[in-house]
T-cell receptor, first 110, second 117 residues
């Protein structure tokens, strides 16, 4: 079963930052936080992952709290193409138990 | 580099019939995952292979579902007999290992959409 809790849905204005929260209060020391997104009718797509330090790539930034019990995915300038379901996943470094939850449906509004 | 290939893309069967889905992962990827995604839900992990060995099949309904990856490359997922509630998209994903460790990214195929009537 998924070890994360996410809001069911969120809206964001185009061009603004989208901040997607995730709670993972039972995370273990060897577990990473992964974010994926799924655009309608496609397979999930990797966004970013981290262990305890904040991470940034060309798609997004990942902020993990110091106690690692929650994280936030930040899309700095949301576009209409960012409308998708976003999944937060907690999984050990082995890549095992890669369980998806129900995710957050993000709608970017023009 | 070629992505994860799946077939068929669409399949319609009647309940109690059988169906098989095929997946060819990205070349060199040792880990292969099968997920079931019912409409409106997140993907559910059915089975994970590491080479040709099963790592996790805890959520696979073993009375009707089976999967194999005999040569550690491509894989087949079978449902026999199918039920109405098996209507879903079946997603295959693969991942690589770097220095023996999970590289951090799963690559998904386009999925096989099953409708059971």
């Amino acid at each position: 079963d998924a070890k994360t809790t996410q809001p069911t849905s969120m809206d964001c204005a185009e061009g603004r930052a989208a901040n997607l929260p995730c709670n993972h209060s039972t995370i273990s020391g060897n577990e990473y936080v992964y974010w994926y997104r799924q655009i309608h009718s496609q397979g999930p797509q990797y966004i970013i992952h981290g262990l305890k330090n904040n991470e940034t790539n060309e798609m997004a930034s990942l902020i993990i709290t110091e106690d690692r019990k929650s994280s936030t995915l930040i899309l700095p300038h949301a576009t209409l193409r960012d409308t998708a379901v976003y999944y937060c996943i907690v999984s050990p470094y082995t890549g095992n138990q890669f369980y998806f939850g129900t995710g957050t449906s993000l709608t970017v509004i023009p | 580099e070629a992505g994860v290939a799946q077939s068929p893309r669409y399949k319609i069967i009647e309940k109690r019939q059988s169906v098989a889905f095929w997946c060819n992962p990205i070349s060199g990827h040792a880990t292969l995952y099968w997920y079931q995604q019912i409409l409106g839900q997140g993907p559910k992990l059915l089975i994970q292979f590491q080479n040709n060995g099963v790592v996790d099949d805890s959520q696979l309904p073993k009375d009707r579902f089976s999967a194999e990856r005999l040569k550690g490359v491509d894989s087949t997922l079978k449902i026999q007999p199918a039920k109405l509630e098996d209507s879903a998209v079946y997603l295959c994903a693969s991942s690589s290992r770097v220095g023996g460790f999970f590289a951090g990214e799963l690559f998904f195929g386009e999925g096989s959409r099953l409708t059971v009537l």
